[in-house]
Every structure is written in structure tokens, then in C-alpha cells.
């Protein structure tokens, strides 16, 4: 057993180590800059609009299925994760405080990256007959390329990465920081998250979307004011480190605590890699929530999605650097969520390591919902004729997985997790790009209906119908 593990440990390290190179970086980056060019930098000239539609967005439609703010949610539960709190903290050790910024100019990028995504995933979804619709990547790859091979390879990615080893991996997050800080047995806190997670999930798209709703925005807020609360208590070094970031970004420098200097290549490469892998934008994760949402134009729901890369990379991750970094922990020798737990304490006192076992809890369960609709909606295009004996099988077998993530040593089932969700991406990426005429043409029709005075533009659906392939 032994040897078979250590051969799948190298197999999978070896294989990640090339999906997940200078490689991939480039093309997720490259997609970006690309929409951005192609649709007329949106994350610049609609910034402020991106936050009118997103807020109107929780009105309910005349189909009363989910709304845009909905979807926007279940999304970000999948975005914030604990990589927003122990990622941000491994980029500013490993890469220094200029990959901060390198972070801030992916997330810019990945906003046009993402607004593609949505737009996609709204032209080509599918209506599940009780008022509410799925899609997702399997979906406009089949209907607007025309590939249904393509489309369940990438569903088989997605359901084995994100709904059952993804969320395995989050299960063991949240027993590790309950059995590390409080000595809470694991297999207690498994039994806990599993049913709550059953009691969600059991709900359906409905139930998952509403919780999301509240608890994402809620866990997010707290967690935003904390650091507006560190920022402000240490308001006269923010010039300094704002100084820091940008200077570090550009330069070999010698940062606070004795930290050694940094280049720019190793700051660019953790804040990239930092950026994209929090915001999620084209990984191909995300279309499956916008998906969802029940809106009058497609590109609506773009522009709601660029949302969310701004509050996961933007705000939530900002808010875990500008915590450290304010904190005087970042020479302390520590990483990761070790780093970011100590510099609460030494920032927020005693209720620091509270502040971060809650937000790990909330963060890591609200992402294991997602992950798990992810799956739910693949399934649905892989067997469309599942039915609730399909459906049943699916969520005890998400279940179990959960409690196998708590009880578990999981080095290998993340090296296979990477492993999974590097295809999942480069399928993505490639239909994507494919498809931009597609997505150039339904954003000009916006921006077109927009300009005669539609306030919300709505679509012909004649127009959507001749970009599915027959």
C-alpha cells in the first residue's frame, strides 16, 4: 500500500509541477489581458456600475428562481476560502510584500477573465424546470462548440476535484483548527459539519444559494471590519506600508523584521499565483454559480461575477495582508495560517485566534456548499435523467467524503486535487478563448441597449439562440 501511495505522491507531484508551472500562469494571465482588450477594459470603465448592478442585484425575478446576488454568493463561497487567509500569508513570506500588488493586477485581469465566464455560462445554461437553471463550462462547451466529449471530461474533473476531494480537504481544515486550538476531537467536529453541510444540502440549489446569501456576506463583513479596525488603530504606518508593497514590487528590498529581500520574479510569481488561485477566474469553477442566476441579459450577470474577484482578491485578501503586515509578525518565522493567527493576536489581542478559528470554520463550510452545487450541476449534465435516487447517492457519497477529509493525512489528496483542477482549467481556458466571439458580440448588445436607455437590458433570446450549436 505503501508503494502503491509513493507512486501515486510522485506521479502526481511530477504532473502538477507541469500543469501548474510558468506555463499555466501565462495562459491564465494571458486570457485576461486578452478580454480585457477584447471587451474594452469593463473592470475600468464600468467599475462603478459593476457595484450599482451588484447591488440591485437581490431583487427576485418574475420566475422566482435564484437572484443575481444569490449566485454572486454561492460563488464567492467557493472564492473565500482559507487560502485567504493562509495563502495571502505563504505569498508575503515566500514573495514578499510586492506580491501583494502582483496580486491586486491579477485580480484587475481576471475581473475581464471572469465577466467572459459568466457571460458564457448565462448564454448556454439549461432550464431544470422548476424555475431555476444550470451551466456551467460542460455546458457551453457542448452547446457552443459543440464537443459533449470535452464537456464531460470536464465535469469528471470538477465533481472528483472540487466536490469530493476539495471538500475533503476543507473538512480537514476546519477538524485540524478545532482539534489544534480547542482539542476538539475530529471525528466530533466531522459529525457536526456533516450535518449541517446534509441539512443544506438536501435543500437543493435553493437552500445552498440562500444560506450562502447570508452567512458569506456576514463572515466576510466581520472579517473586513476586524481589518478596517487594525488599519485605522495603526493609521500612521499605512503610507509606509503602501510605500512597501509597491516598492517591493519593482525591487530587491529588505522588508520589516529582517525578512530578506525579495526580487521581483519571486514577488510576481506569489502574488500571480496568490491572485488566481483565490479568485478562481478562469479556472472554470465560478460559471457554474453565475449560471444560475435569473437575470434579463447575460453580460448582467458579467458584471455582477467581476464582483466577486474583487471582494476575494481585493478586499478579503488585502485584508489578511494589511493584518500581517500592520501586526510587525512577518519576520517572525512563521507561515502560512500559523502567521496570520499570530498576527491577529498580536493586532486584535485575545480575540484574534477567535476571529480566525471562526472565519476558518465559516470559510471552509460555505466553500464545501459550492463545491458540492459544483459537482451537483455535472452530475446533471453528465446523467441528465439522474433523479432524486441519482441525486441521493451523490450527496451521502459527498458526505462520507467529509468525514474522510477529517480523519485523514491528506498530502496525496491535494497533489490529486491540483492534479484534477489543472485540466479542469486548461479545458476551460480553451473553450473560453474559443468562444469569444460569442462573448464579445452578447456584451457589445448590452453595452448597445444600455446606451439607447435600457436601464436593465434584456436580450433576445433569438439572438442567444443562434450561438448553440444544433
Known sequence: METIQGFLMAFFTKSNGILWGWGMIWILLGTGIFYTVRLGFPQVKFFTYMFKVTLGGRRKGAGGGITSFQALCTGLAAQVGTGNLAGVATALVSGGPGAIFWMWMTALVGMATIMAEAILAQVFRVDNGDGTFRGGPAYYIEKGLGQRWMGILFSICIITSMAFIFNAVQCNSIAAGFYGGFGVDQRVVAAVVIALTGLVIFGGLRRIASVAEVV???????????????????????????????????????????????????????????????????????????????VAHPARQGFVAMMGVFVDTIVV??????????????????????????????????????????????????????????????IGYIFPKAGKTGMTVYRVAVLGMLYFGAVSNVPLVWEMADFFNGIMALINLVAILLLSGVTSKVFADYVRLHAMGQADPVVDPKFLESFRKK
Do not use: D
Request: hydrophobic letters at 50%.
Open 317 to 378: 485578501c488585502t485584508a489578511t495582508a494589511a493584518i500581517v503586515l500592520l501586526s510587525g509578525e512577518l519576520g517572525s518565522g512563521k507561515t502560512g495560517i500559523e502567521l496570520t493567527q499570530l498576527a491577529t493576536k498580536a493586532a486584535l489581542g485575545n480575540f484574534g485566534p477567535i476571529l480566525i478559528a471562526g472565519a476558518m470554520f465559516f470559510f471552509a463550510w460555505t466553500s464545501i456548499l459550492a463545491n458540492y452545487y459544483y459537482g451537483e450541476s455535472n
Open 216 to 294: 458569506v456576506p456576514l463572515m466576510a463583513g466581520i472579517y473586513i471590519l476586524a481589518a478596517l479596525y487594525v488599519v485605522l488603530t495603526h493609521i500612521s504606518q499605512l503610507p509606509e506600508v503602501f510605500k512597501l508593497i509597491i516598492s517591493s514590487a519593482f525591487g530587491v528590498k529588505q522588508v520589516a523584521g529582517g525578512v530578506l529581500g525579495h526580487t521581483v520574479a519571486t514577488a510576481f510569481r506569489y502574488g500571480v499565483a496568490r491572485g488566481l488561485f483565490s479568485n478562481e477566474a478562469g479556472m472554470g469553477s465560478t460559471p457554474n454559480a453565475n449560471a444560475t442566476a435569473e
